[in-house]
């Protein structure tokens, strides 16, 4: 029998306009589009094998075997990928960040996007673009913005067939940055599927939906102007406002520790002192900074006076989710 084994890259993403709520809890439809930036230096590698000889799933990520419902996640989304190929051989998946795990930089969105491209190859199926976000999505909404390049849009669609992310715009489009402030990189205690589910609760949620569409008009507009000032502002006053649907939900979400207001505070001061710098949050304590690419080096050189070097990860727009020629990983 042939090699079923493929290895994938993807990259994280971060969302300029959020996805938060859903339509469908199960297929993941959200209840607005959403549009984000792949990320190039937060990256998963995922190699799936699949074998007669495989008694049973293996995961591993970052060197560890994983159990749980964190393993259940992975299994669930072999299983599409089976069914799709009509193949039902067990699998060993070896996946490993480059960055923390459930810090809220969003592992999970690299995560399936890779296991997505990874575990279709190595069934021997082709999947265009598309199928590829609409699967990708199944096992992490967020992850199927993940597969195209650069700047993408994900459309809420209608069904199942019609929720998928396409790329707006190449990663040479914009030169920005995208700078991680790290705040914390423990698990994050309530994971984004639990907070989804609490949207209603919030009183301020309604009132979001009814602005979203205008919102998502003018940041493309600002995308397509490449106005900097605009598109900042309105990339970080979505920050804010998911934030305070989180807060205001029941339980209340609070993913900031005081580190994050303070952070907050000096991406405000170092506005007035004449650095554009903007900053958008996600379901986590960590800052996501974005700049224009010709600031960044005033900008690290500032961050640098209150942060140490290894709280700030340098991203800049990166491609999508690709196949890398197979290779002996660790533990393999
Ligand atoms: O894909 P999920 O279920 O992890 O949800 C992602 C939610 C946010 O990161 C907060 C927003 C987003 O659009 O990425």
């Not at 590829?132 to 067939?161: M, N, T």
Request: charged residues 25%.
């Amino acid at each position: 029998m042939k090699n079923l084994k493929a290895t994938a890259i993807a990259h994280s993403n971060i969302a300029f306009i959020k996805y938060w709520g859903k339509k469908d809890e199960k297929l993941h439809l959200p209840l607005n589009n959403s549009l984000s930036v792949n990320l190039d230096n937060l990256i998963t590698k995922t190699t799936v094998e699949f074998s007669e000889t495989f008694k049973k799933d293996q995961i591993f990520i970052d060197g560890q075997t994983v159990q749980g419902e964190k393993e259940k996640r992975v299994v669930d989304h072999l299983n599409r990928v089976r069914k799709m190929a009509k193949i039902c051989l067990k699998a060993k998946v070896i996946s490993k960040n480059n960055f923390p795990t459930a810090s809220g930089l969003a592992s999970s969105a690299s995560g399936f996007a890779a296991l997505s491209l990874a575990s279709t190859k190595a069934l021997g199926l082709s999947l265009s673009e598309k199928d590829l976000s609409i699967l990708a999505r199944l096992g992490s909404g967020s992850a199927c913005r993940s597969i195209p390049d650069g700047f993408v849009e994900w459309y809420k669609g209608k069904d199942h067939q019609t929720s998928y992310a396409k790329g707006l715009f190449p990663p040479s489009y914009w030169s920005l940055s995208i700078i991680v402030l790290l705040i914390e990189t423990k698990e994050k205690k309530t994971f984004s599927n639990q907070g989804h589910q609490l949207v209603w609760t919030s009183p301020f949620f309604k009132e979001r939906l009814k602005n979203i569409d205008k919102k998502i008009f003018l940041i493309k507009k600002y995308l397509q102007e490449k106005n900097f000032l605009k598109f900042g502002q309105i990339v970080e006053d979505e920050a804010l406002e998911l934030h305070s649907i989180m807060l205001t939900s029941k339980p209340a979400l609070i993913y900031w520790q005081p580190e994050t207001i303070k952070a907050i505070k000096y991406i405000y001061f170092l506005r007035e002192k004449g650095l554009p710098v903007f900053f958008t949050i996600d379901a986590g304590s960590n800052l996501f900074l974005i700049s224009q690419k010709k600031d960044e080096k005033d900008l690290i050189r500032e961050l640098k006076k209150e942060y140490s070097e290894k709280k700030i990860i340098i991203n800049h727009p990166s491609k999508g989710a690709f196949l890398i020629k197979d290779y002996q990983v660790e533990g393999d």
